[in-house]
């Protein structure tokens, strides 16, 4: 396996002590548990999703080139219209990738943190042991890799580049930061509620695929719980329900790919 070895973000707290978020070469002690973490010696969210990224190496872009590749993206745009600084943090968070024809982008059975958003292109949900089996498809606009940020699972699929059509553009975002200390969090409230709430919409969304091909199943006409949100603004307390309902609606939708399998417009499972 390729390592590609980022900078610290600096929420982690194994590699806090020896290395600053600012410092652009890491430390020898950096690196060895950066590679303790990859062999599952320690446990570290946020080192381990820094090693998973995918191995094929990241377009040399600078910050501000990556802001205008994300600027058509609600998402961001929602993120840096609340606060420009916190897209900033994203962005110094995130790598666009190139994939090429045949190319498999995500390997099934990799752990990781990072959410995936295809810019351009096609690329193919694959059963790892046969690529000729084809889950789904996912076109510019898809997101995927939410279900891995929100639970910590496994990888299911290999998300593959169809052989005989131009390279696949993807931008991708290291989203560890949600599962880090407070006092180690470089996004805000406002921020990681606009992140937990664009999950649970995605969620909720491939849910409702499942509702319309299989409309009288029991197992699709168990009712959301619906989160208001509080009218004195943004809290704690809907963060941490915003979190409870995406790992909710992350187990329910893995229990209906198991039960019912994949529908093939739902490919952000993993």
């Given at each position: 396996?390729?390592?590609?070895?980022?900078?610290?973000?600096?929420?982690?707290?194994?590699?806090?002590?020896?290395?600053?978020?600012?410092?652009?070469?890491?430390?020898l002690n950096t690196l060895k548990h950066w590679l303790s973490a990859a062999r599952g010696m320690i446990i570290c969210p946020a080192t381990r999703g820094a090693?998973?990224?995918?191995?094929?190496?990241?377009?040399?872009?600078?910050?501000?080139?990556?802001?205008?590749?994300?600027?058509?993206?609600?998402?961001?745009?929602?993120?840096?219209?609340?606060?420009?600084?916190?897209?900033?943090?994203?962005?110094?968070?995130?790598?666009?990738?190139?994939?090429?024809?045949?190319?498999?982008?995500?390997?099934?059975?990799?752990?990781?943190?990072?959410?995936?958003?295809?810019?351009?292109?096609?690329?193919?949900?694959?059963?790892?042991l046969d690529h000729s089996k084809v889950i789904g498809v996912l076109i510019p606009g898809d997101v995927f890799g939410e279900i891995a940020v929100i639970t910590?699972?496994?990888?299911?699929?290999?998300?593959?580049?169809?052989?005989?059509?131009?390279?696949?553009?993807?931008?991708?975002?290291?989203?560890?930061?949600?599962?880090?200390?407070?006092?180690?969090?470089?996004?805000?409230?406002?921020?990681?509620?606009?992140?937990?709430?664009?999950?649970?919409?995605?969620?909720?969304?491939?849910?409702?695929?499942?509702?319309?091909?299989?409309?009288?199943?029991?197992?699709?006409?168990?009712?959301?719980?619906?989160?208001?949100?509080?009218?004195?603004?943004?809290?704690?307390?809907?963060?941490?329900?915003?979190?409870?309902?995406?790992?909710?609606?992350?187990?329910?939708?893995?229990?209906?790919?198991?039960?019912?399998?994949?529908?093939?417009?739902?490919?952000?499972?993993?």
């Amino acid at each position: 396996m390729v390592f590609s070895l980022p900078v610290c973000p600096g929420y982690c707290n194994s590699c806090l002590p020896v290395v600053s978020p600012r410092c652009p070469v890491p430390t020898l002690n950096t690196l060895k548990h950066w590679l303790s973490a990859a062999r599952g010696m320690i446990i570290c969210p946020a080192t381990r999703g820094a090693l998973l990224m995918p191995t094929n190496p990241a377009l040399q872009l600078t910050a501000e080139e990556l802001e205008k590749k994300v600027a058509s993206l609600h998402f961001f745009k929602e993120v840096g219209r609340h606060d420009p600084q916190q897209l900033q943090i994203l962005i110094q968070q995130s790598h666009l990738y190139s994939v090429a024809p045949g190319e498999t982008f995500l390997k099934a059975g990799e752990q990781g943190s990072w959410m995936y958003f295809l810019m351009r292109g096609k690329l193919l949900v694959c059963d790892p042991l046969d690529h000729s089996k084809v889950i789904g498809v996912l076109i510019p606009g898809d997101v995927f890799g939410e279900i891995a940020v929100i639970t910590g699972h496994e990888r299911t699929q290999d998300i593959v580049a169809p052989g005989l059509i131009r390279e696949a553009v993807v931008f991708a975002t290291d989203f560890a930061c949600l599962h880090a200390k407070p006092e180690h969090n470089p996004l805000t409230l406002p921020t990681q509620l606009i992140v937990y709430r664009q999950i649970v919409h995605i969620l909720r969304w491939r849910i409702e695929l499942y509702r319309s091909r299989f409309p009288d199943h029991p197992m699709v006409r168990v009712p959301f719980n619906l989160i208001h949100r509080s009218p004195a603004g943004d809290s704690e307390a809907e963060l941490q329900e915003q979190r409870d309902y995406a790992l909710f609606l992350a187990d329910r939708l893995q229990q209906l790919n198991t039960k019912l399998g994949p529908i093939n417009n739902d490919v952000g499972m993993s």
